[in-house]
């Protein structure tokens, strides 16, 4: 028999090599260093964290802490208060003030965003027709929500003055008598909802037109081809497919309406008579409104207002769920 020379045992490559073939290499001539990379990511985090942190959390923490303890302004101070409990909001809801500024709370933001976003929805419309000039008109309804809020309320405030107002002179101009929109219970309310109303339209504009540049125009002239009028164009295509940037924006637009504060303190103060007292300012004249405030009871009502604010949030969750499983 023969040998086969073609194949070497492995026993004289390893003589002929030295046994350096027959080692395997190493692993990892190498180590990496994993942890670089998430030490660069928390260093991007950090100041993010620390901002949410400072003005958001300890905030949160620092008013659940004033509404649970009773506290005056030598203890606000000085510390050592003492421990209330719910004390405060069983006192804020058994106030005669709760009920009424609770309901003109819900009948302020619920007609705001109503009229906001119906305005807005159709100023979106009517610009997505790209028109000449629309660019410069959009440019100019965004005034209104460019403008500092003090600057605003002090416009309307003089707009509605009983006596040199603007619009009580254009309604005396077509016979109608003057109407006292800040001094009035029955119509302070009112007043401060229409300045509201002015400037949050300019958000749904602008949140609501981009929502329709999104929708491909191919849709709206596969529907025109098919004899689609306008109104069937906006029912089955523009709505529908609008519908996620309507409940952000009402989210959003909810969420802010809740805590208007400036603009309603600074045309009416609340009153008269609590008649435009809403929550928020509620909490504001019941922790700094008065001689001796009420830290505890003001903190409480920030803290409704903030619950409101999550139960609307929480139904946007809840709606956007139902509508991805759907």
Avoid: C
Wanted: proline fraction near 6%; glycine fraction near 8%; charge should be positive.
């Amino acid at each position: 028999m023969g040998i086969d020379v073609t194949r070497t045992p492995p026993s004289a490559t390893v003589g002929e090599t030295g046994g350096a073939a027959s080692s395997p290499p190493p692993a990892h001539r190498r180590r990496s260093r994993p942890g670089g990379s998430q030490w660069a990511a928390w260093a991007f985090l950090a100041p993010v964290v620390g901002y949410l942190i400072a003005f958001y959390a300890y905030p949160l923490y620092r008013n659940v802490e004033l509404s649970l303890r009773e506290y005056t302004v030598r203890s606000f101070v000085q510390g050592g208060a003492p421990f209330a409990g719910l004390d405060n909001y069983r006192a804020v809801l058994s106030a005669p003030t709760f009920l009424p500024a609770l309901l003109n709370t819900l009948v302020f933001t619920v007609t705001s965003l109503a009229f906001q976003f119906a305005i807005g929805l159709l100023l979106a419309l009517f610009f997505h027709r790209h028109f000449p000039l629309s660019r410069t008109l959009r440019a100019l309804f965004l005034v209104p929500w460019l403008l500092p809020l003090i600057v605003s309320a002090s416009t309307w405030s003089w707009l509605l003055n009983s006596e040199a107002g603007v619009v009580n002179a254009a309604l005396a101009l077509v016979g109608v008598d003057a109407v006292n929109w800040l001094t009035s219970p029955r119509w302070s309310l009112v007043s401060v909802i229409i300045a509201n109303i002015w400037i949050g339209i300019p958000f749904n504009l602008v949140v609501l037109y981009s929502g329709l540049q999104a929708i491909p125009r191919q849709l709206y002239e596969a529907a025109e081809l098919d004899g689609a009028g306008s109104w069937q164009r906006f029912r089955w295509i523009t709505w529908p497919l609008l519908r996620p940037v309507s409940a952000i924006t009402l989210l959003l637009g909810l969420v802010y309406t809740l805590k208007v504060f400036d603009l309603i303190w600074i045309m009416t103060r609340g009153g008269p008579t609590d008649s435009s007292t809403t929550l928020a300012t509620w909490s504001y004249r019941l922790g700094f409104g008065n001689l001796l405030p009420e830290f505890g009871s003001g903190a409480a009502v920030g803290n409704l207002l903030i619950l409101l604010a999550v139960a609307a949030g929480g139904f946007y969750l809840g709606f956007e769920r139902r509508r991805r499983l759907s």
